[in-house]
Each structure stands twice: as C-alpha cells, then as structure tokens.
C-alpha cells in the first residue's frame, strides 16, 4: 500500500470518519466496512481543502453525493466510488492507490474512480475542447461511475445556482449537454441500477430545464422594460 493511502488511513482524521459515519452518511445497513474505508481515506485525502463560495470542508461534497446515490440504489461499490470521486483529480490518492484497497474490491473502485476523473488537461485547448473531451470519457463509463456522476452534476448545479449566478450560464449550458451526449438513461430502465440512473437523469434534467426557463423569462422581462 502506497505511503499517502496509508497515512490516510492511519491518520487521526480517518479515525474520526470511522467513527462518525453513520452520522456523516446516515446509510444504515448499507455502512459497510467498504463505504467506511471509502470515508476514511477521502475525510484524510480532502483534509484542509474547502468547498469553494460555502468555505465548507471540501467531504462535505462527496458526502452530499454519496448520500444521493445511496438514496437511489445503495449499493456498496457504487456508493464508495461517490465517496472518492474526486480524490485522483484534486487530491494525491492515485488509481493505483485505490487499486491496493478495498476488502478485494479495490480494482473496480478504482475503474469506477477512473471513469469520474476529468481527462483533459490546459494543454488540450479552450475550455469547449477541454469539456468536450471530457463528455466523451464520461460517455464511455461504467452504468455505476454514470449514476455517481448524475449525482456530482446535481449537487454542483444546486452550488453555482445558488452562489455563482453570473458563472450559471456557461455551467448549465455544459451540462444541458453532458446530460445529453453522455449521461442518457436506457429507452426502457428495467434494472434497479437503470432504473436509479433514469430518476437521476430526470432530476438533474429538471434543474437544467428550470434554469432554461427561468433566464428566458428574465430575458423577455429585460426587454420589456
């Protein structure tokens, strides 16, 4: 096990997360000793990094998500990739790391980690180029790495519509897209999992339709004054 997980997992923090996560994550049955290694190594890995606009502990957001994804389909792996979804992008928990974890199931959290982290990078050109190749990694992922990211768009929409409404726009107007180039439900959900991610898709639809309706009505109110 490489040296960061390890401090992660030994540290007073992860203690602290072990102890609280029925609180934390109210997931019941479903906090197994695997969601809880997931709480542990994201609470030591996230430590002193913030929420930005709320100033709030950076877990505070994989935690909302895991919560979200729980409340649809909690399953263990699926949740436990909410919980690390953005460890490899912002913190220095890496694929391999993850790979040496998890109870024998290390290898598929970190697939599923592998599908939620962003591809581009500043030298891949504009912000469109970059989010386009990212759309195009997250169409190829994993149904469960699908169905945390529906839950990661949700709980950012509700975020920058609250605290960044100048920035809104060009958010919502990305993921208008990624909701239809990349995170589309099945024609007819039959599974639980299908099932979870079309309630999702609904959801996270809803608030991008919302917004849409909401700029065009404060566009017509602009002109008529």
């Not at 994989?62 to 389909?73: E, H, Q, T, Y």
């Not at 190829?140 to 709980?155: F, G, T």
């Not at 991610?197 to 602009?222: C, I, K, N, P, S």
Request: proline share 5%; hydrophobic share 45%; glycine share 4%.
């Amino acid at each position: 096990m490489k040296t960061f997980l390890k401090k992660c997992l030994d540290s007073s923090t992860a203690t602290r997360a072990r102890q609280a996560i029925d609180a934390q994550l109210d997931l019941g049955e479903y906090a197994n000793p695997l969601v809880g290694l997931a709480i542990a190594i994201a609470t030591a890995a996230h430590e002193g990094q913030e929420r930005r606009y709320t100033g709030e502990p950076y877990i505070t957001h994989p935690l909302a998500v895991a919560r979200k994804v729980a409340g649809v389909f909690p399953d263990a792996l699926s949740v436990t990739a909410a919980v690390l979804h953005d460890v490899v992008e912002d913190t220095d928990v890496t694929l391999d790391d993850l790979r040496d974890w998890g109870l024998g199931l290390g290898p598929f959290v970190a697939c599923l980690v592998d599908d939620l982290t962003d591809v581009s990078r500043p030298k891949d050109g504009n912000r469109a180029t970059r989010k386009a190749l990212d759309r195009a990694h997250i169409a190829r992922a994993a149904p469960r790495a699908k169905l945390v990211k529906l839950a990661d768009l949700m709980d950012n929409t509700r975020s920058i519509l609250e605290h960044d409404p100048d920035f809104a726009p060009t958010y919502m107007a990305e993921k208008a897209l990624l909701l239809a180039e990349a995170l589309q439900p099945v024609a007819v959900p039959a599974s639980p999992l299908e099932r979870a991610h079309a309630q999702l898709y609904a959801e996270a639809q809803a608030m991008v339709d919302a917004f849409g309706a909401q700029q065009g009505a404060t566009q017509v109110t602009a002109a008529a004054a």
